[in-house]
């Protein structure tokens, strides 16, 4: 143990590059931030073996004063805030100063800069145990170029933690996509070993938006994607972007990236939000996909709570937690076959569906759902008259008489477990336009006791008997419930839990709330709660289990569905046991009242489990099955 002494610059920079500087990937989000931070609209990357080697990153930004050049490579020298206000208040990437002080520190880096009014550009590199920095002139045009070679050549340590260069590379290209969707209107190019991986030209219109998310994530993705852009005015918050269908789920949560304010975050509100918002469609154990994009007054933010600012703290985490869920909810709840009300449904998915013309192979979406509403693949349908086919006029003869209608709804009614049914499906066939078939088109046959079989405007109808009848049972239950209201019962004996006393708190000051909920509860002392009463729905669950997890969302969100999830879940059994069967006969007109069902029944597209209900099989993926058109 020595004297008490100040740790030279570059070891006290190395210190604080363990924070920020792990592998080739952080050195990539560091300057890829600083050259956003600039206003830059074109970034190039150049990375050798991984980017250990090395990384050097051009930009068209703003640039840097000669004069300012030694500080950029000095820690705690930042142009982005002045005080603790705009601290509060922050709209930059970066702000803590270090990044490049850091890197300097574990690498060669060399800084070649220029700003619009200098006529030469300046370059500077930094040497020795105290970091003085060299300036000298450099030819450059306006903008910055980074350059970092031979990354933790002085910290052995660090480089023995670094893998393969494929795996390197690999996570440096995760960084690239990440910032590569986080700003559309900047292009980037990313280079490895002297070959192109990406080349991204600024995605202005959402058709060249969508484009770019097929390149960066997956085509499929995008295809099976909805368009939301939700504001709400009060809050001033904004969300937009694409959350895919339930039925394209994922084995894990790879696929999901959500932005605050242009900066990629990982958070348990919004995590927790978006995975309630899937919650009633996705299959057990599977993973919603979405892009998300959140707006908000950077106040109401605090992203200075992790070095590397993948985490952020909500001031109104409420707030933004109900938004987020209702938002998204909404837009998978509209996720039916019906005409009129669409959710926003975006630009290439419409456009590919209408590309599709006969003679080019309709690339991958043959049998897959096709994405609502339905009038998009009327679209369809009418594209292909122009193209020899005349589809709708060939099905009118096969439209029902009223008399038939009738027919149908009332033997739908005698098969439903429910009363109520034939009212219902009575008045939506008042409202259909009687030159018009509806989205999900005719019924024709049974195949095999499992599929209904239809034919509308756009070709063939496949539904899947059980899955779709669930769906419609599980929602009209759920109405029936809403709409009673919650009824409870007196439990026979009150069940007293043990509970921290931060959870007895909340129970307490939610009394209400669980009020409302069906739920009798009191406090009984520092750390016990009791409950005396409990909606009849969830007589037979474990109280005790609900109650925890109740309390455990509303201390961390202030919020919980736990009650209604679990409701639902219950209902969804019944639903499940209460649905028509396969290898049930259906007469035609039972099919057709089923189908008119699905049209008017919220998230009818899955069932309750998230597995499609229904495909559409278009004339055009038919005719390309026999090669027509060839
Ligand atoms: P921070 O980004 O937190 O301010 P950095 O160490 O990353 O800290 O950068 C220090 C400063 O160098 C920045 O505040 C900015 O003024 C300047 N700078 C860094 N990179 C660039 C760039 N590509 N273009 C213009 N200025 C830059
Ligand atoms: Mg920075």
Known sequence: MSRIHLLTPRL????????????????????????????????????????????????DGRGIEKDDLALALSRHATS?????????????????????????????????????????????????????????????PQGSTVEVRDLFFNTPARRKFLKTEKTEFKHLEEVVKRLALSRFDVGFTLRHNQKVIHQLRPAISETEQERRISTLLSPAFIENAMKVDV?????????WGWVALPTFSRSQADLQYFFVNGRIIRDKVVAHALRQAYQDVLYHGRHPAYVLYMELDPKLVDVNVHPTKHEVRFRETRLVHDFIFRTTHRVIADIRPEQGSEPAISGAAASTLLSAVPGQAASGQHFEQSRMPLHQLQGTATGMAGAGFAPSSRYVGDRPSAGQVRDQIAGYGALHPQNGVVDTALDAMAETDSSECPPLGYAIAQLHGIFVLAQNDAGLVVVDMHAAHERVVYERMKLAYEAEGVRSQPLLVPVSMAVSSMEADCAEEHAEVFSKLGIEIARMGEETIVIRQVPVALASADISKLILDVLGDMVIFGTSQKIQEHTNELLATMACHGSVRANRQLTIPEMNALLRDMERTERSGQCNHGRPTWTQMSMTDLDSLFMRGQ
């Open 80 to 140: 982005k805030i002045l005080n603790l206000d705009d601290l509060e208040a922050v709209e930059s990437l970066g702000f803590r100063g270090e990044a490049l002080a850091s890197i300097s520190s574990v690498s060669r880096l060399t800084l070649t800069s220029r700003t619009a009014d200098q006529d030469a550009g300046w370059q500077v590199q930094t040497e020795g145990r105290d970091m003085t920095a060299e300036v000298s002139p450099a030819a450059h």
């Open 12 to 59: 006290a920079n190395q210190i604080a590059a363990g924070e920020v500087v792990e592998r080739p990937a952080s050195v990539v989000k560091e300057i890829l931030e600083n050259s956003l931070d600039a206003g830059a609209s074109r970034i190039e990357l150049d990375i050798e073996q991984g980017g250990v080697k090395l990384i050097r990153l051009r930009d």
């Open 231 to 239: 504001s709400a005015e009060a809050s001033g918050l904004r969300l």
